[in-house]
């Protein structure tokens, strides 16, 4: 008999797949969602109209590109748009990396960009955070000297940490490395910060958007790259044609047409995250990170019973496990504001 195990490649053989938890009674911070309903009107306006699902979706999504063109102050040609953020991460190492190849990464950071590294068979170079929180820029510097190293991924706001790194630090990686930086701003919206502006001085900066949390599109697949539309030329040809749906595409230009909404909704969000990290802060004997994103990292005497005990009161946050530099910790994403205060005060009385 043919076991299949024995064909797999071996990059992937320490794999394991990626399993999101699911507890429908509890309130759900643990996958940093935009926690607002859609705006009022933008549901019904998504479902009407004669629009066609018997055809494939416009390969190119130029409507979704005109919009966003239009928001980011890109050309269209600079835009590249993917089913998620993961499919893009994907897309920028099997276009970058692969076999003999190497991306440079920061931990502790997204899980997913070692998935990705290697799903592509690309190799990975770990320069860990100083503290857990501050980019070691010397060390990525020193680490993109190797020839094999040939992207480096950098998250800003980091998850799951939600620090910030400083601009001239990012600038000074892209300027200095030589190699493809892909600059994750899942969270920038949160931060309002961005490094798009600088795209234009540097083709091998790439920066990395999502609409799954600020856009609370979370659940229709939606993320972008900008870049020098040279640069975009070069990750087209690997792309699947028909990536993003129609549905989605549609649903893209619907929420930039909202944007204001959103923008409100973000004002709030960053309102909440203040409340719950300096709530946070106020308990004894709990660690917390301060954050620019819109969920905090911390650190209670026994985060594993923590976590259980928070679930028992129906709240789901991410349990992290053992972070590098940091140890195990909790990460919360904000919720309703009602939501927040009840977590606060359950948090307090599970570690009390
Ligand atoms: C949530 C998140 C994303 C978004 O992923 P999608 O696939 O677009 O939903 C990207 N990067 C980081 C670091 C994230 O936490």
């Known amino acids: 008999m043919t076991n299949p195990q024995t064909l797999l490649r071996p990059a992937l053989r320490s794999l394991k797949a990626y399993e999101s938890k699911s507890l429908p009674n509890c309130v759900r911070m643990e996958a940093n969602e935009n926690p607002f309903p859609w705006p009022e009107g933008m549901r019904n306006e998504l479902f009407q109209g004669d629009f066609q699902l018997n055809r494939y979706p416009d390969g190119q999504a130029s409507l979704l590109k005109k919009a966003l063109a239009q928001y980011t102050g890109m050309e269209q040609s600079g835009i590249l748009t993917g089913n998620g953020s993961d499919e893009l991460i994907q897309l920028i190492l099997s276009s970058f990396g692969g076999e003999g190849k190497k991306v440079i990464l920061h931990p502790p950071t997204f ?26 820029v010397e060390g990525i510097l020193r680490a993109a000297q190797r020839p094999e190293a040939s992207v480096i991924i950098l998250c800003n706001p980091n998850n799951p940490t939600g620090s910030l790194f400083p601009r001239e630090d990012l600038i000074r990686v892209v300027r200095e490395s030589g190699k493809i930086v892909a600059l994750d701003e899942a969270y920038g919206e949160f931060a309002g910060e961005s490094l798009a502006d600088q795209i234009t001085n540097y083709p091998n900066l790439l920066v990395m958007k999502t609409f799954s949390k600020a856009f609370a599109l979370a659940g229709l697949r939606l993320g972008y790259l900008l870049g020098q539309p040279e640069t975009i030329e070069l990750l087209n040809r690997a792309r699947s044609p028909f990536n993003v749906n129609a549905f989605t595409q549609r649903a893209g230009v619907l929420a930039l047409k909202y944007v204001e909404d959103f923008r409100q909704q973000t004002r709030i969000i960053q309102r909440e995250i203040e409340n719950l990290y300096l709530g946070i802060k106020e308990i004894s004997g709990v660690t917390v990170w301060s954050t620019r994103a819109n969920f905090v990292l911390f650190q209670p005497a026994q985060p594993n019973q923590v976590y259980e005990a928070l679930i028992q009161k129906g709240f789901l946050v991410r349990n992290m496990g053992n972070l590098p530099m940091i140890g195990d910790a909790l990460r919360a994403s904000v919720s309703l504001p009602e939501d927040n205060e009840r977590f606060l005060t359950v948090l307090r009385e599970i570690v009390s």
């Open 111 to 136: 899980s997913m960009y070692q998935v990705a590294s290697k799903v592509t068979g690309t190799g990975f170079v770990e320069v860990p955070l100083l503290q857990g929180v501050t980019l070691d």
